[in-house]
């Protein structure tokens, strides 16, 4: 009879623990998948920057977004903490140091360190909608050096919009399409709307394994009503692996702002290749070629422009990429040459063409 009892109370024993395990288990297991849903993920970089033929006083350098400093430089610190929900989310993208302040350039005070900031709604499996500062949607090129190949910019990037506060909507038209609409404030006021003004975006995206191709628009005033007329820009970004080593992105743009008195429309154009080839596991060489052209004043100070507000820029950057761990080693050759006389030489004295070395380093997290 005792063995019969000592085994009974042993049964009971044994499943009391396996439940309790069990019951264990599934708690840990919620709790993790809790705690999942959450991340935290960002990077640091900067930059040693030289001109060749070129004073080297922060006085001459490609007038294009970041990495334009003189000698050993700084990039900035990002922070990305965003919450995955099953139907909600938000992303809080928060930056630092000279690279940070230029992407946010039209915010105050202590939004100067926010380059986005969003909450969405995955409304159905094929309607999300987002609401708050998101960065643009435009173009090949990121506020980001993790989103580029090239560590310097294009021109294309730097006159294009960096962000836009607003309400988008993205729908999933099949397993290849996709499509985008949005209302936002005037491109890159972050903060606020100041002109009682918005801008509407659209966007049809198509994507497969080895490749995808976006085309987008942007139409609206830009400025206070009277004094700036409606902005219209469209902008083609596409990006294909040819093989397994070998991959070829395009970017090419169009802006024109009409005039509110009888000149004509001003704005630019330009167009960009950038042909990528991965040489081993750990190394990657890369070139953006780039055509960059401004009509009737459209942008000033920006390459030499003719007697009639016309002018163009050739850029040919070659950047090599080597990952070493977290970190990513980048140096890059840069020539700039403009159709009017623009940088200055050693002497001072005006020239078309500007050559530059850049060594980015970029540690992401």
Not at 202 to 222: I, M
Request: charged residues 20%.
């Amino acid at each position: 009879m005792k063995t019969k009892t000592v085994t009974k109370l042993f049964k009971k024993v044994c499943l009391f623990s396996l439940a309790l395990l069990s019951f264990s288990a599934i708690a840990q297991e919620e709790e993790k998948k809790w705690f999942d849903n959450f991340s935290v993920n960002g990077s640091v970089d900067g930059y040693f920057r030289y001109n060749f033929g070129a004073q080297n006083d922060n006085s001459t350098a490609p007038a294009t977004s970041f990495a334009n400093q003189s000698g050993f430089a700084l990039g900035m610190a990002n922070l990305i903490v965003g919450y995955e929900g099953e139907k909600v989310g938000f992303v809080a993208d928060l930056v630092f140091g000279p690279r940070g302040e230029d992407a946010v350039f039209l915010s105050d005070g202590s939004s100067q360190i926010v380059n986005q900031l969003y909450a969405y709604w995955n409304v159905t499996e094929s309607f999300k909608l987002t609401f708050g500062n998101f960065n643009t949607f435009l173009g090949y090129e990121v506020i980001s050096p993790t989103g580029n190949f090239n560590y310097s910019t294009s021109y294309m990037f730097s006159y294009g919009p960096f962000s836009h506060t607003g309400l988008k909507a993205d729908f999933t038209l099949s397993d290849k399409w996709s499509a985008m609409v949005a209302i936002m404030n005037p491109t890159d006021y972050t903060e606020n709307n100041p002109f009682d003004t918005y801008i509407f975006g659209a966007q049809v995206g198509y994507a497969v394994d080895n490749g995808s191709a976006y085309l987008n628009f942007r139409y609206g005033n830009e400025g206070e009503p009277g004094l700036v007329g409606p902005t219209f820009q469209v902008d083609l970004t596409t990006g294909w692996d040819l093989t397994e080593n070998f991959y070829l992105g395009l970017n090419t743009t169009y802006l024109t702002t009409e005039d509110q008195g009888d000149a004509d429309a001003s704005g630019f154009y330009g167009v960009a290749l950038y042909p990528q080839l991965k040489t081993s596991d750990n190394f990657s060489l890369g070139l953006r070629g780039e055509y960059f052209s401004v009509f009737n004043g459209g942008l000033v100070d920006v390459i030499g422009l003719d007697g009639e507000g016309d002018g163009n820029v050739i850029a040919a950057t070659l950047t090599g990429s080597y990952d070493i761990g977290d970190l990513t080693l980048k140096p890059e050759l840069r020539l700039d040459s403009t159709s009017e006389d623009f940088f200055a030489d050693n002497d001072g004295d005006l020239t078309k063409s500007l050559s530059s070395f850049v060594l980015g380093a970029i540690y992401k997290f």
